[in-house]
Nanobody, 121 residues
Framework: QVQLVESGGGLVQGGGSLRLSCAAS????????MGWYRQAPGKQRELVAI???????NYADSVKGRFTISRDNAKNTVYLQMNSLKPEDTAVYYC???????????????WGQGTQVTVSS
């Protein structure tokens, strides 16, 4: 009923920037939160940034001051602007959202397919 489609990953040199996008589509009544997680090889998936109710944001300590999460409510899209990228930011980045759907009216958690971000040194 709901799809999250990510875009914007790629290869970038250290110190560079990338912007990730995630668009939600389907039988959406309300999006309660949208966020980004990442998983590096051999490591657990971790929260990068989250935006709740379109206003409250939270960031992992490792990305504070470098990454910015934002949301376009009209487009059901969340963005992650990543600046001053470091090799340790290399990972698959996943979009995640808590979405209430219509018919049936229920809230579920959804994941995107992931997009690779590779930062060279």
């Amino acid at each position: 009923q709901v799809q999250l489609v990510e875009s914007g990953g790629g290869l970038v040199q250290g110190g560079g920037s990338l912007r990730l996008s995630c668009a939600a589509s389907g039988r959406i009544f309300r999006i309660n939160s949208m966020g980004w997680y990442r998983q590096a090889p051999g490591k657990q998936r971790e929260l990068v940034a989250i935006i709740i109710s379109g206003t409250t944001t939270n960031y992992a300590d490792s990305v504070k001051g470098r990454f910015t999460i934002s949301r376009d409510n009209a487009k059901n899209t969340v963005y992650l602007q990543m600046n001053s990228l470091k090799p340790e930011d290399t990972a698959v980045y996943y979009c995640n959202a808590d979405i209430m759907t219509v018919v049936p009216l229920r809230e579920d958690n959804y994941w995107g397919q992931g997009t690779q971000v590779t930062v060279s040194s």
